[in-house]
């Protein structure tokens, strides 16, 4: 293999490394440093382009919501527990990352799919659509869709200030709306005939606003995954203050039941 080849072999449009020089997206980067939010250099880091100033807020909302669910969330747990072993940040965080699977972390992704699937059958009737999609994912098998109810809130109070945000850039044609339309519709259809709401969800939530902004599915975890750092960051770097040492699941005064 040539040098040339190497190259080749590694070509990226991301960035630009050569000696004294920085580009990110082809910009240098002491031209970002102190004119551009984190949350947009999230966008132009994956896009290629900077976002618009209402699509960086929307962006920004959603990762603001999903920072932290406390050590309810096996990641922040998980965080917590693993610094007391006597590993770095940089290991408790990819402990806790790594954790962040299909069942928690993944529902924003599969949300979007679940929203984009409606959305794709809809043939003029939003509604029916939305009923024949949740039939044909409890058809697989699915018992929860991804992004309603909530394990813990009856009624997840990061939804309506994100949905707000997505009404009013609805409104004021920053987004399309197909996605939040698709979403009120399955609530809509959960909630038929029900004393008990089965409400969006954070998940849900966020969910809308990425696939309004045009992330792929797989994004929506990706971006999800940088959101709940910070959180695990700042649950490990707490813990690491208190000086315990194998912080364990449960309470040591706890025996876990024997199954015979």
């Keep these: 293999m040539t040098a040339d080849d190497a190259a080749d072999w590694w070509g990226t449009a991301v960035s630009r490394i050569e000696p004294n ?30 976002p618009t100033d209402r699509q960086a807020a929307l962006l920004e909302a959603a990762l603001v919501a999903g920072v932290d669910h406390g050590p309810h969330a096996p990641s922040i747990a998980v965080a917590r527990m693993a610094i007391t072993c006597g590993v770095g940040l940089n290991n408790a965080m990819a402990s806790a990352v790594n954790t962040l699977g299909d069942s928690h972390g993944g529902a924003g992704q599969e949300c979007v799919m679940l929203l984009t699937e409606i959305l794709d059958r809809d043939g003029g009737d939003l509604a029916v659509a939305a009923d024949e999609v949740i039939a044909a994912w409890r058809a697989r098998g699915v018992r929860y869709l991804p992004g309603f109810g909530h394990r813990f809130h009856t009624h997840d109070p990061r939804r309506d200030p994100l949905l707000a945000l997505v009404d009013a850039a609805v409104a004021d044609g920053v987004v ?68 315990r040492r194998n912080k364990g699941p449960i309470p040591p005064a706890i025996r876990p039941t024997f199954l015979s």
């Design 21 to 50: 020089r920085i580009e990110l997206r082809g910009i240098p980067v002491q031209e970002l440093i102190g004119s551009i939010g984190f949350g947009s250099m999230i966008w132009l880091m994956l896009r290629g382009e900077r």
């Design 176 to 243: 399309p709306g197909g996605h939040l339309r698709a979403a009120r519709a399955v609530e809509t259809a959960l909630n038929r005939g029900r004393s008990r709401p089965v409400p969006m969800n954070i998940d849900g939530a966020t969910a809308v606003i990425y696939a309004e902004l045009g992330f792929p599915a797989p994004l929506a975890r990706g971006l999800f995954v940088l959101s709940r750092s910070v959180g695990i960051l700042a649950h490990a770097w707490e813990e690491s203050q208190q000086g």
